[in-house]
T-cell receptor, first 115, second 112 residues
Framework: KAGVTQTPRYLIKTRGQQVTLSCSPISGHRSVSWYQQTPGQGLQFLFEYFSETQRNKGNFPGRFSGRQFSNSRSEMNVSTLELGDSALYLC??????????????FGPGTRLTVL | AQSVAQPEDQVNVAEGNPLTVKCTYSVSGNPYLFWYVQYPNRGLQFLLKYITGDNLVKGSYGFEAEFNKSQTSFHLKKPSALVSDSALYFCAVRTGANNLFFGTGTRLTVIP
């Protein structure tokens, strides 16, 4: 099976712009989670989607949003970018049941740089 | 609230020696515990997990972890370290409907 894919891999934006990141989960996986990784804050949970519904949400401002499509692909959007949004954004998928005991499989990430 | 602590930012070990990467957790309820590894410019790779049952869990690449409920710990171990084990290791915990919560990571360096 193909792994989790994320596009684009690298992105450079300027403050105030918006950005959309894409994630394709492993085939058959219906749960998709997003994380932000920075040197200072580590790995922080953004949100989780299961069958097109947001199931969990982390403690991020409303500028961060996401959605999931019927084929389980997911997108996250960040509006009005700030310098502090520069980070590696990781997407992870887990099996169809999406239960808490299921391990997550991570994509390679999208490296976002905000200038 | 749930939390995970990895008390050591950096662990150095000589090749061939046993290694331990420490993790303690705090949760309400029964925890699901995970270890992930991250190599440079890569996403996280799943190593092993504890759900229930045997306290010693075996995972990928010869790693194992011991769940200790009384000490609320889930330390990662390997009997003989390899240079290729050098990477960033994350412990994570999840309970029920909550999200996966990660520790701050421990950088393991195996010295040839």
């Amino acid at each position: 099976k193909a792994g989790v894919t994320q596009t684009p891999r690298y992105l450079i934006k300027t403050r105030g712009q918006q950005v959309t990141l894409s994630c394709s989960p492993i085939s058959g996986h219906r749960s998709v989670s997003w994380y932000q990784q920075t040197p200072g804050q580590g790995l922080q949970f953004l949100f989780e989607y299961f069958s097109e519904t947001q199931r969990n949400k982390g403690n991020f401002p409303g500028r961060f949003s996401g959605r999931q499509f019927s084929n389980s692909r997911s997108e996250m959007n960040v509006s009005t970018l700030e310098l502090g949004d520069s980070a590696l954004y990781l997407c992870a998928s887990s099996s169809s049941s999406g239960g808490a005991s299921n391990e997550q499989f991570f994509g390679p990430g999208t490296r976002l740089t905000v200038l | 609230a749930q939390s995970v602590a990895q008390p050591e930012d950096q662990v150095n070990v000589a090749e061939g020696n046993p290694l331990t990467v420490k993790c303690t957790y705090s949760v309400s309820g029964n925890p699901y515990l995970f270890w992930y590894v991250q190599y440079p410019n890569r996403g996280l790779q799943f190593l092993l997990k504890y759900i229930t049952g045997d306290n010693l869990v075996k995972g990928s690449y010869g790693f194992e972890a011991e769940f200790n409920k009384s000490q609320t710990s889930f330390h990662l171990k390997k009997p003989s370290a390899l240079v290729s084990d050098s990477a960033l290791y994350f412990c994570a915990v999840r309970t029920g409907a909550n999200n996966l919560f990660f520790g701050t990571g421990t950088r393991l360096t195996v010295i040839p």
